[in-house]
């Protein structure tokens, strides 16, 4: 095989075969055509890595996981096939509310829910288009396409007529109405107010003469389901309409005042509780009362879910918004309220069912194409997994698969994994305890477990065998990191391993009682990301410059990658996993003396690799496989073989210039044939002068620098690779080297591999910011230099 060594790769061993195999069978000319030859290093049965777009003569042999049974287009069926037998008093307010007339909703553009919850926050009330249901939502449909609007909001009018109504009677609510400019217009009338209202907010072309009562439109509304005959646009349509367009509603929604404001604590209490809350048509109707979905498909489901997680994230301080009911609202069926069993058990066919997909309208999240306001609404629509119900429910394995498809939030991740090492650590003792000798393979899955300790051993609650080899830990992080790639999605991926770094490497023991996990999980993630930021402040400075000039000089396709987003989200919205820009921790230990190396135990990431051709999915699952080179040796090992091939070349080349321009064109045989992630091709001029022979004895030099090091500081070794990597301007062997040192295949380039090693770094250093005395120093050190600023 091609990569089965370094000298194969340096001498071109099988390109020879090849040929010599060729001239042999030249008599049969069928021999000669085909597809080239697939080599692939270390792994004799696996093919070679074809780009998909590289080359369309050439079929990708990229094996893809096998699909789930679902897909995002496909219904939820429990939620149409069924209707709930008891719903809780807020469900039952919210129904009885669309029944009565007594609510609006408003269907929001995908790609606007930001600029929409933004003016709760700025404006606090605004006036918006909502629409007038008929009784229980049944025969009218929603402004725009299911497609472009998806989700909805619906809105409580204020209440008439009840003892502790807004308005005493009908007659004063339609005055308010008329007063506050609430305008209405009926079914299939084109208001447009875009264009149809003047600079003083008044009404032109006609919009005026054509406004209704709110009870001219009730009546309208019952017609539609009583009546034969439909009224719609001024005009009698004989023999009705199976679904009618929306009528049109300007209310002003939000409230003009806080109830936390409020010295009147039963307002507050109100406001707690939106049965008891009363708005008016002049500050505003108040604030969401139920979150709605037009379809069952899986796609808008999660949509449903993406939306309650970013209101939560703006408005979470109002305690009601937590338990927000989720409905589904057709003009075939009317309102279904989606309970919370129901949510329960869509997340359980989430997990289990469906391939996992991001959110089409945030298409700025890759590696190489990163925006800052998609990123924040990425960040915004994590799920929060760690409400009780919802683990009941759910297995971790639900939850990684969760969080790796379709995103979680860091708590619930962190909580996740540290729950799997806690029954990693029980199955550990457990063993011991019984006599039990652990094999050669299950020794190795718990090498990174040794400083955790326990005060008990438990032998009721001592784990059975999960029906997988290795740890739970690392189990639960491959099931994540499969949904990741089944969904493309590298945010997520990177959030799984950098987490799984930091609860696998610690070396101290994890509460035993449940109920602490959540608050233990939530320091350990915040001290860390807070000293990362505090060590980095000290010795590299808030300024993304330091992090540009290193992404930028290694001539990195990925450069687009833009640190002011990260510095921007980060401002908004605090410290958290998927804004860590891991090209700064590099920069940091150029400044810092030596950091304590630690490696979480390895993963096997073969199957994943093989299944995309995603670059940033290439980069987190390159960390992954660096990790496990610098744990088991084997790059020490690939660095000194590769060392020693090089040297016999150089000695050759040296004395012969046919010598050296063979070594060329058998390079470029390589790379037309095997597909190789070249950044340039090999140029002739090096090696017909010496270019190419000084190139590989600096590469040599530096790594036979860099070898004595590598088991006392893993990360200058890796700091070592990286700055070479920085200094290649066109590597050829010396890139096919460094990917068989690192055990990883013919696909990555130099930026592959320049940001494979930033998160490994990364991954290594995140579990030493988690440390009480360090936290001291840092502090220390960060009123030093804010002090020396000030100076």
Known sequence: EYHDSARSIVFRDVIRLRRDLQHTNSAHP????????????????????????????CASVIDRLPPLPHRKHDEFLPLTSSDPVTLIPREQHVISMLENQTAVVKTLKNSEWSSFLRKFVKEQSFRTSTSLLPPNGKKMRCFGSTKEYTVGVVFSLPTVGSDDAVYATERVAQQEIERTNTWLWPSGYAAKTE???????????????????????????LSYLRDADHVVGGRIIVGGLSTLPYNEVMIRVGSSVDPEEDDDEDEEEKFQDPTRMKGSYEHGVGYPVALFVRTAQFGHLVALLRARARILSVLGKYEYMFNIPLLLITPEDGVKVITQEMQLELYQALARSVNPFQNTTLHKTDVGNTNADHLRQKIDELIDLNQDDIRSALTREDCARIAGGLGATDESVIRVFVEALQEDIRCKKTNNYQGNKLNPKEEDCFSGLEGFESSEIDDDNAIKNTGHQGSELQHILIEGLASAVRAGDYHTSRQLLIIYSLVATRREWYPENKGDVDEQAASILRKSLTNREINL????????????????????????????SYNDCKRKLGPCIMLLDISRDMAAIEKQDQLPCLIPPPIDTYRLRSATNQDGLLIVLGAVEILKTMQDGSAKERAIESIEAVDEW?????????????????????????????????????????????????????????????ESDT???????????????????????????LNLDNRY???????????????????FYENEQLEKQFTVLSLEASNHSCV
């Not at 037309?672 to 340039?680: G, R, T, V, Y």
């Open 30 to 57: 069928a021999s000669t055509h085909g597809p080239p030859s697939n080599y692939r290093r270390s792994v004799s049965e696996a093919p070679s890595f074809y780009s998909e777009v590289s080359d369309l003569s």
């Open 195 to 221: 264009f149809n209202v003047d600079r003083h907010g008044n009404l032109t072309n006609g919009r005026k003469e054509a406004l209704l009562s709110m009870q001219s439109i009730r009546e309208y509304n």
């Open 749 to 767: 380039s130099v930026s592959h591999l320049s940001h494979s090693v930033e998160l490994a770094v990364t991954c290594m250093c995140i579990s």
């Open 715 to 741: 990360i200058y070794f890796l700091k070592t690779l990286h700055d070479m990597l920085s200094q290649m301007h066109s590597p050829c062997l010396r890139l096919e080297l460094l990917q068989y040192i």
């Open 537 to 564: 402040a000290v010795h590299c400075g808030y300024s993304s410059d330091t992090s540009e000039r290193s992404s930028q000089s290694s001539g990195s396709r990925f450069s687009a990658v833009s640190t002011g």
């Open 650 to 710: 150089v000695v050759n080349g040296e004395n012969s210039v046919a010598y050296r321009l063979s070594a060329w064109h058998s390079q470029r045989t390589a790379q037309a044939d095997l597909k190789i992630a070249m950044e340039h091709d090999p140029t002739f001029t090096s090696f017909i002068g010496k270019h190419a022979i000084e190139n590989r004895k600096k590469f040599t030099a530096l790594l036979r620098y860099a070898i004595p090091k590598l």
